[in-house]
C-alpha cells in the first residue's frame, strides 16, 4: 500500500489579482491580467448547453497550453538529471500520472481553485457547477455524456493556465525572475515533486493512486445522479421493475 501524501493547501487569490498564495508559496503579479485571465473558463468548455455564448473576457486557453509545456518541461529536467530513472519511468510516473487531466483536476478540487473561476461570458458560476458540471441538465437522449472534469476540463485547464501565467510574469517582469524556480516552488506546496529516491516515489504513487481513486468515484457519483434522473423522467423508481 503506498504512502498517503498530505492535502494539498489551499489557494489564496487577491480581489485585484495581484498575490497568489498556496501554503508557503506567494508570488506578487507585475502583470495581475495574466492571473485573472487563467481563471476565465473557455465558453468550449462549459456544458453542451451552454454552448454558443459570446466570449465577454478573453479566456485562459492559451495560458492553459503554455502550463502544460512548463509542466513537462520541469518536470522532465529532473527526470533527465535522476540517475536510474529511464523512459518507462517516465511514462509511469508522468504520461499515465501528473500530466492527466485526472490528476490535474484533483489537485485543482484541492486547492479549492474552482472558487475563483469565471466563465469567458462573465458569469460567475458556484464551485460546485465547476467541480460537478451537469452530465446533461435536460436529459437530452441526443447529448452524449460528459465525465465530469477530465471531459469537461474546466479545472485542470486552470491550473495549468495559472502555471503558465506564473511563468508568463517572471519572463516580463523588470527585473526579469527566474521562472522554472518559481514554478517547482508552486508545484512543490501542490505536493506534485518529482520523485528523486524511492521515498519520493512512493509518495507521488500515493498521490497518483489517490486522484485515481477520488476520480472514479465522483464520476461513479455523478453518473448514478444522471441515471436516476433518467429513471425519474421515465417513471421507474429504484428497485422497481
Same mark, same amino acid.
Given at each position: 500500500m503506498s504512502a498517503q501524501p498530505p492535502p494539498a493547501p489551499r489557494l489564496s487569490i487577491d480581489n485585484t489579482y495581484k498575490t497568489l498564495r498556496c501554503g508557503?508559496?506567494?508570488?506578487?503579479?507585475?502583470?495581475?491580467? +495574466? +492571473?485573472?485571465?487563467?481563471?476565465?473558463?473557455?465558453i468550449a468548455y462549459l456544458p453542451s448547453t451552454m454552448q454558443g455564448r459570446?466570449?465577454?473576457?478573453?479566456?485562459?486557453?492559451?495560458l492553459a497550453f503554455l502550463g502544460d509545456s512548463v509542466l513537462k518541461t520541469v518536470m522532465a529536467t529532473s527526470w533527465a538529471l535522476t540517475e536510474g530513472q529511464d523512459s518507462l519511468f517516465w511514462t509511469t510516473h508522468f504520461d499515465n500520472g501528473l500530466a492527466?487531466?485526472?490528476? +490535474?483536476?484533483?489537485?485543482?478540487?484541492?486547492?479549492?481553485?474552482s472558487h475563483y473561476l469565471v466563465a469567458a461570458d462573465g458569469d460567475r458560476m458556484t464551485p460546485d457547477f465547476w467541480e460537478n458540471p451537469?452530465?446533461?441538465?435536460?436529459?437530452?437522449?441526443?447529448?452524449?455524456?460528459?465525465?465530469?472534469?477530465?471531459?469537461?476540463?474546466?479545472?485542470?485547464?486552470?491550473?495549468?493556465?495559472v502555471i503558465g501565467?506564473? /511563468?508568463?510574469?517572471? +519572463?516580463?517582469?523588470?527585473?526579469?525572475?527566474?521562472?522554472?524556480?518559481r514554478v517547482k516552488a508552486f508545484? /512543490?506546496?501542490?505536493?506534485?515533486? /518529482?520523485?528523486?529516491?524511492?521515498?519520493?516515489?512512493?509518495?507521488l504513487v500515493g498521490l497518483i493512486e489517490n486522484t485515481e481513486e477520488l476520480t472514479k468515484e465522483k464520476n461513479e457519483k455523478n453518473m448514478g445522479v444522471? &441515471?436516476? &434522473?433518467?429513471?425519474?423522467?421515465? &417513471?421507474?423508481?429504484? &428497485?422497481?421493475?
Open positions: 508557503a508559496f506567494a508570488h506578487e503579479f507585475a502583470h495581475p491580467h +495574466l +492571473l485573472m485571465r487563467a481563471l476565465v473558463v473557455p459570446p466570449s465577454t473576457y478573453e479566456d485562459g486557453k492559451k492527466k487531466d485526472s490528476f +490535474l483536476a484533483r489537485i485543482g478540487d484541492a486547492i479549492k481553485i451537469p452530465l446533461n441538465p435536460n436529459n437530452n437522449p441526443k447529448q452524449k455524456s460528459k465525465v465530469v472534469n477530465e471531459k469537461n476540463k474546466p479545472i485542470p485547464s486552470a491550473a495549468e493556465a501565467a506564473i /511563468w508568463s510574469d517572471c +519572463l516580463m517582469s523588470e527585473p526579469k525572475r527566474e521562472p522554472a524556480e508545484l /512543490w506546496e501542490l505536493r506534485m515533486r /518529482w520523485p528523486r529516491d524511492e521515498e519520493g516515489r512512493e509518495e444522471q &441515471g436516476a &434522473g433518467k429513471g425519474k423522467e421515465q &417513471g421507474v423508481t429504484p &428497485g422497481g421493475s
